[in-house]
Every structure is written in C-alpha cells, then in structure tokens.
C-alpha cells in the first residue's frame, strides 16, 4: 500500500508542477489536484496498455512518438472528468503530459527506505531469492 501512495504523491507533484509550467493547465484547488492525479494514475494502470496495444501500428511508424499523443489524450480525458482540473487544448495536454512524465520519472525511479539506501520501485514487495542449483 505504500508504495501505491508513493507512485500518487509522485504523480501529485508532476502534476503540480506541468500546472505551474504550463499555461493551458490549471486547477481549483488541492483536492482536485489530489483527484486528477488519482485518475491519472488508475487510467495509465488499466487503459493506457490497451490504448497503447491498438496504436502500435502508429507507434511503430513513428518510432514511439505517438506515445506521448496517447499521454496527451489521456491528460485531457482526466480534465474532462475532473471538475476543477482544466486542460484548455490538446497542445497543452501534450506539452502537460511531456512534463508529467519527465518529472515522475526521476522521482518514480528510487526512493529512499527506512535503512537509507535507494532502492528501485518494482511492484515485488520483497526480492525472491532464486530456487536453483549452479551446474560446473
């Protein structure tokens, strides 16, 4: 569960920052800040990998670009369904989700444990050791 929360408090602060960053991207208050994020979240978890699956064809023939199109639509889904988070075109919705991803990414990538070490995000609560014997 937390690093559910972690990877949500992640996607809070790209989000805020493509907010100040970008002109096209506003929003009310904190909760719908916290909200759109969420959403964010839950939409790239489940439907971002289908989307993604469908336009392979166009991602393929435009060498990944079209992936940040797909960000860009999904940015914009999330403003359409959020009250009080507003995307006001798909310029910024592309330029908003470029910004989103090259800030979550950093953040996303290691964070900090209890032992002070930086570890990796996986979705693996814990390393499993390998069941195996070495052949000489």
């Given at each position: 569960m937390?690093?559910?929360i972690l990877r949500w408090v992640i996607t809070t602060v790209a989000v805020f920052v493509a907010?100040?960053?970008?002109?096209?991207?506003?929003?009310?208050?904190?909760g719908a800040l916290f909200v759109s994020a969420l959403l964010l979240g839950i939409i790239n978890a489940f439907v971002r990998p289908v989307l993604l699956l469908l336009s392979l064809p166009f991602i393929v023939v435009t060498m990944g670009l079209f992936i940040l199109v797909v960000n860009a639509l999904l940015l914009w889904l999330v403003a359409s369904l959020v009250p009080g988070f507003?995307?006001?075109g798909f310029w910024s919705a592309f330029f908003g989700a470029l910004?989103?991803?090259l800030v979550s990414w950093p953040l996303s990538?290691?964070?900090r444990a209890s032992d002070g070490r930086m570890h990796v995000i996986t979705h693996h609560p814990a390393i499993k050791q390998a069941d195996a014997r070495v052949i000489k």
């Open positions: 937390s690093a559910f907010a100040h960053i970008i002109p096209g991207i506003s929003y009310s208050g904190g507003i995307v006001s910004v989103i991803g990538c290691f964070f």
